[in-house]
């Protein structure tokens, strides 16, 4: 059975940094795009960051490029996210999402619970 | 304000069907057959419902459907029941960032 754990969440204060954990489970972590998608209090979704099975491309949203990194450990089975610069409109909850297969192109079949992440001082 | 447009309710009662609607433009929705539709209950996370336009997860009932047309996509729910009544977001692949972006999310009742 597929699982997806994210974990790093909490309070950080503005211009501060967090880094996100997932880690998977069930299938071949190695032959799926990873996500991180995230979802503000009372607000829609939006797709921040995807990796590459082997880790060779990344792509952001413009609202994070440059202070957010996208990383996988493919023997650890876990896809990090190192955010950096922290603002008040990264609040949100953030999840883990797994491309479905052979895609890259969105059709996130499998999601973990999420992790909220608060910027405030 | 949100890449692509959804309604923001739409209401059926038990057994009839509903269509929710997600317009983007000629550069994600109409430009690729990358259209996921979202189910998501109050605190929970979002659960694919259709992906590639008409395509169903495993585990998902033929009373979901999805289409599209142009720059507008939809997804119809056949015999609706209570436990259909959920937010539901669409997304599609969108060439200028390489990732999917997303409607603003429909909340369909069942009344």
């Known amino acids: 059975e597929v699982h997806l754990v994210e974990s790093g969440g909490g309070l950080v204060q503005p211009g501060g940094s967090l880094r996100l954990s997932c880690a998977a489970s069930g299938f071949t972590f190695s032959d799926f795009w990873m996500n991180w998608v995230r979802q503000a209090p009372g607000k829609g979704l939006e797709c921040v960051a995807k990796i590459k099975q082997d880790g060779s491309q990344k792509d952001y949203v413009d609202s994070v490029r440059g202070r957010f990194t996208i990383s996988r450990d493919n023997a650890k089975n876990s896809v990090y996210l190192q955010m950096n610069s922290l603002r008040a409109e990264d609040t949100a909850v953030y999840y883990c999402?797994?491309?479905?297969?052979?895609?890259?192109?969105?059709?996130?079949?499998?999601w973990g619970p999420g992790t909220m992440v608060t910027v405030s001082s | 304000q949100s890449a692509l447009t959804q309604p923001p309710s739409a209401s059926g009662s038990p057994g009839q069907s509903v269509t929710i609607s997600c317009t983007g433009t000629?550069?994600?929705?109409?430009?690729?057959?990358?259209v996921s539709w979202y189910q998501q209950h109050p605190g929970k996370a979002p659960k694919l419902m259709i992906y590639e336009v008409n395509k169903h997860p495993s585990g998902i009932p033929d009373r979901f459907s999805g289409s599209k047309s142009g720059n507008t996509a939809s997804l119809t729910v056949s015999g609706l029941q209570a436990e259909d009544e959920a937010d539901y977001y669409c997304?599609?692949?969108?060439?200028?960032?390489?990732?999917?972006?997303f409607g603003g999310g429909t909340k369909l009742t069942v009344l």
């Open positions: 997304s599609s692949f969108a060439g200028s960032n390489n990732l999917a972006v």
């Open positions: 000629s550069s994600d929705v109409g430009a690729y057959n990358y």
């Open positions: 999402a797994r491309d479905v297969p052979l895609s890259g192109r969105g059709g996130f079949d499998f």
